[in-house]
């Protein structure tokens, strides 16, 4: 399957500071990545969609200006997490879906983000 | 009504013996559906994807789909301690890279050595 591929796999932060995560399709061109984030024993909660060259989209309830979303690139979306706070922290997930008319959605390693 | 659902579980299955896994969806638009499995801490992976009515068969795994009942399933053969995971189910109505797909809250499977 395609590879996407997400940096760093982990982080820990003081409270009020940003954290940048990558991510990056390895082997394709994703013109939309989607973000997620992940509490403890909970299900994926979908964040955004990341389109490249165009504003992301946000689900109800998150914040965009707290999480800052940039598809500068074919293979490169970036989520800014500002002004961290201690609830913020969780396991953050991108995804990419192969190909224009694609099919299975890959995603990365994953971003454990810990805010102190 | 949530859009995917899924039994949370968790599902206990002996080692060697077949686990069902379910999972319904409400949108009659949907078009193409994917199993994912999750290990504890780690991100999904896709074991299955399916687009047709019917079985398709990879290895241990057979998904089944039934549009009609807006149903789909996932089978494991032979189950091995390794399979012990989260099992998500996703749906999509379309197949163009924009299009987001939406998850059930997963199943919890362990397989008992």
């Known amino acids: 399957g395609a590879v996407v591929s997400q940096h760093p796999s982990w982080v820990i932060c003081k409270s009020g500071t940003s954290v940048k995560i990558e991510c990056r399709s390895l082997d394709f061109q994703a013109t939309t990545m989607f973000w997620y984030r992940q509490f403890p024993k909970q299900s994926l909660m979908l964040m955004a969609t990341s389109n490249e060259g165009s504003k992301a989209t946000y689900e109800q309830g998150v914040e965009k200006d707290k999480f800052l979303i940039n598809h500068a690139s074919l293979t490169l979306s970036t989520l800014t997490v500002t002004s961290a706070h201690p609830e913020d922290s969780s396991f953050y997930i991108c995804?990419?879906?192969?190909?224009?008319?694609?099919?299975?959605?890959?995603f990365g390693q994953g971003t454990r983000l810990t805010v102190v | 009504q949530k859009e995917v659902e899924q039994n949370s579980g968790p599902l206990s299955v002996p080692e060697g013996a077949i686990a069902s896994l379910n999972c319904t969806y409400s949108?009659?638009?949907?078009?193409?559906f994917f199993w994912y499995r999750q290990y504890s801490g780690k991100s999904p992976e896709l074991i299955m994807s399916i687009y047709s009515n019917g079985d398709k068969e990879d290895g241990r795994f057979t998904a089944q789909l039934n549009k009609a009942s807006q149903y789909v399933s996932l089978l494991i053969r032979d189950s091995q301690p390794s399979d012990s995971a989260t099992y998500l189910c996703?749906?999509?109505?379309?197949?163009?890279?924009?299009?987001?797909?939406?998850f059930g809250t997963g199943t919890r499977l362990t397989i008992i050595p």
């Open positions: 996703a749906v999509t109505r379309s197949n163009f890279g924009n299009e987001k797909l939406t």
């Open positions: 995804s990419a879906r192969a190909g224009r008319v694609a099919t299975e959605a890959f």
């Open positions: 949108d009659r638009g949907s078009q193409s």
